[in-house]
């Protein structure tokens, strides 16, 4: 939920973007696609959102690209937060599924399906370690 743009955010893997409902009329816009800026940062099977509010952006699991993209609430841009390219290069992403952001601790949580791991990674470095497995 985007309750300060009166819109919910829900992923299209069908579509590989990221779609913007208005919770008043129900109209649906497209928020981030492959015409989108950055398309260097495509999708390939986006999954799960969770809102950074702090950050404007919208966190996205990518299950094709085993990593989390940021998503500029206002300009659809995408950012890889935290794949096999972030520098601690371990704790890899196989199959990331569903994604809660906890603020207060400047991380996010991640369940990956294959691992059977729940794996918390930090907001601004995207470093990640294995919470639980």
Do not use: C, W, Y
């Not at 989108?36 to 094709?64: K, M, Y």
């Not at 994604?99 to 791991?117: C, K, M, P, R």
């Amino acid at each position: 939920m985007d309750s300060a743009n009166n819109r919910a955010l829900v992923t299209d893997s069908a579509l590989d973007a990221v779609i913007a409902v208005d919770l008043t009329t129900g109209a649906r816009t497209v928020l981030s696609s492959r015409e989108t800026p950055n398309a260097n940062n495509s999708f390939d099977d986006p999954q799960h959102i969770t809102l950074d509010s702090a950050n404007n952006r919208a966190l996205v699991t990518d299950n094709g690209l085993g990593a989390v993209i940021a998503v500029d609430l206002t300009t659809g841009a995408r950012t890889v937060l935290s794949s096999e390219g972030t520098p601690d290069n371990k704790n890899l992403f196989i199959a990331p599924f569903g994604i809660e952001l906890d603020s207060a601790h400047n991380q996010f949580i991640v369940g990956d399906t294959s691992l059977e791991a729940l794996i918390i990674g930090n907001l601004g470095s995207g470093e990640r370690v294995i919470l639980s497995k």
